[in-house]
């Protein structure tokens, strides 16, 4: 599962990057088979105006937000607004949207949803195939039995990309971490881990349903991890 996670200053410029396509290394072409063209057509959409939108915060219409002075440092829980990345009208928008759907039919605050069964579950499937969206983050921890605290990232790549879906839930926009099952190395710590989508997947992963079908089937991604008693110095400076 994925109970918390951290986003920093250096995962905020990542975002901005991004969304102003500076290091985004799609052509037009590449971008326009990523999407249905006739959809795009019908709603107007140009993929190649990636902006970010209006002002940030928890906006009751569509949660967009500007994150050009924002500042975000620390862990993200359940039930707080989160910095996102997701598909408006064509185009790539940064926004910030609460983790976790309302309780239902008894259970507690949904945070995530299975990769597995996720197209298959009446709470989920119109999210996953219609409203994807992805979490940036620094890392993400994980509990072992013990309740131990890992620190979970991936070498080399020093801003992760949490798959999700979104919905309008009691007036805003909320979350869900998409997980999987955790990977040969996660694995010793628990065993589920958030579906990991690589920078140069997000807009497939956004805009294009096969793509994205695919990504919530295959095998989980490399990941490492430290505890958190034995990580020392290992982010410091990033």
């Not at 990769?115 to 119109?126: D, N, Q, S, V, Y």
């Not at 940036?136 to 070498?155: D, G, I, M, T």
């Amino acid at each position: 599962m994925c109970g918390r996670y951290y986003v920093d200053d250096g995962v905020m410029r990542d975002i901005r990057r991004i969304v102003n396509g500076v290091d985004l290394a799609l052509k037009e072409g590449a971008i326009r088979r990523s999407v249905d063209s006739a959809d795009m057509a019908r709603k107007g959409g140009n993929l190649l105006h990636m902006e970010i939108a209006g002002e940030l915060g928890i906006s009751e219409e569509s949660g967009e937000g500007d994150f050009s002075w924002a500042v975000w440092d620390g862990d993200i829980c359940p039930s707080q607004p989160a910095p996102v990345l997701f598909g408006a009208e064509g185009r790539l928008v940064a926004g910030a949207m609460r983790w976790g759907f309302p309780p239902y039919e008894g259970k507690g605050l949904l945070i995530n949803a299975r990769a597995e069964t996720i197209l298959e579950k009446k709470t989920f499937r119109e999210s996953a195939r219609y409203r994807r969206c992805v979490l940036p983050a620094r890392h993400f921890y994980e509990w072992n039995l013990s309740r131990e605290k890992a620190v979970c990232y991936q070498a080399g790549r020093p801003t992760l990309y949490l798959a999700g879906c979104y919905d309008l839930k009691e007036g805003e926009n909320r979350f869900v971490v998409i997980t999987t099952q955790a990977n040969e190395t996660l694995r010793k710590v628990h065993e589920r881990m958030p579906l990991l989508i690589g920078e140069e997947e997000l807009v497939g992963w956004l805009f294009d349903d096969e793509a994205a079908e695919a990504m919530l089937r295959r095998a989980p991604a490399a990941a490492e991890y430290e505890m958190e008693a034995e990580q020392l110095s290992l982010f410091d400076g990033v």
